[in-house]
Antibody, heavy 120, light 107 residues
Framework: QGQLVESGGGVVQPGGSLRLSCAVS????????MHWVRQAPGKGLQWVAV????????YYTDPLKGRFTISRDNSKDTLFLHVSDLRDEDTAMYYC?????????????WGQGTLVIVSS | DIEMTQSPSSLSASVGDTVTINCRAS??????LSWFQQKPGKAPKVLIY???ILQSGVPSRFSGSGSWPDFTLTISGLQFEDSATYYC?????????FGGGTKVQIK
């Protein structure tokens, strides 16, 4: 299924921004769509965004559109999530997840997550 | 957006019991539904996709059934290690919404 390792989380002040990364190994990154999913402390899973294998198509959950941007660098086997104008409610564990090869909307494996804390 | 309603929100059962978790979709998703298991402090794990197909490596006591609007995850012969929170997700159309989760506790 491959390895997915997130990084870039940390403590950030309200209004700040971060770039989260997800480094992938053990599979051909450029063949698969990729997702970001987040989970606020003690809460359920919230799907954030998906990007196609070639990076041309992206979809977002509406409330985050405009502040969150998913992108990828297939030459570096890395997925990104740029998050801006951060708010208290963006405090969460952020997971990257690999899509199925035949159907990009279906997740078939997950990273371990990177924690973002928005606090002054 | 497609709303996914899971029930119950929590349940308690004994080892060996059969447990069912339900998920209802507000709009048609055909059989584009996945089930995930999440243990505390861990990333989710895929159990079922396309409503009824068992992910490779997942024990056969887990099974999925149903088609729009109602889907079911069944655990036949509950084990201690099945204590977790379970989520459904529609994979039909973005935004790819999750259900609210069902926490399964072992008595």
């Amino acid at each position: 299924q491959g390895q997915l390792v997130e990084s870039g989380g940390g403590v950030v002040q309200p209004g700040g921004s971060l770039r989260l990364s997800c480094a992938v190994s053990e599979y051909t990154f450029s063949r698969y769509g990729m997702h970001w999913v987040r989970q606020a402390p003690g809460k359920g899973l919230q799907w954030v965004a998906v990007i196609s294998a070639d990076g041309r198509n992206t979809y977002y959950t509406d409330p985050l559109k405009g502040r969150f941007t998913i992108s990828r660098d297939n030459s570096k086997d890395t997925l990104f999530l740029h998050v801006s104008d951060l708010r208290d409610e963006d405090t969460a564990m952020y997971y990257c997840a690999k899509a199925n090869s035949a159907y990009m909307y279906r997740i078939d494996s997950w990273g371990q997550g990177t924690l973002v804390i928005v606090s002054s | 957006d497609i709303e996914m309603t899971q029930s119950p929100s929590s349940l308690s059962a004994s080892v060996g019991d059969t447990v069912t978790i339900n998920c209802r979709a507000s709009h048609s998703i055909a059989s584009y539904l996945s089930w995930f298991q999440q243990k505390p402090g861990k990333a989710p794990k895929v159990l079922i996709y396309s409503a009824s197909i068992l992910q490779s490596g997942v024990p056969s006591r887990f099974s999925g059934s149903g088609s729009w609007p109602d889907f079911t995850l069944t655990i036949s012969g509950l084990q201690f290690e099945d204590s977790a929170t379970y989520y459904c997700q529609q994979t039909y159309s973005p935004p790819l919404t999750f259900g609210g989760g069902t926490k399964v506790q072992i008595k």
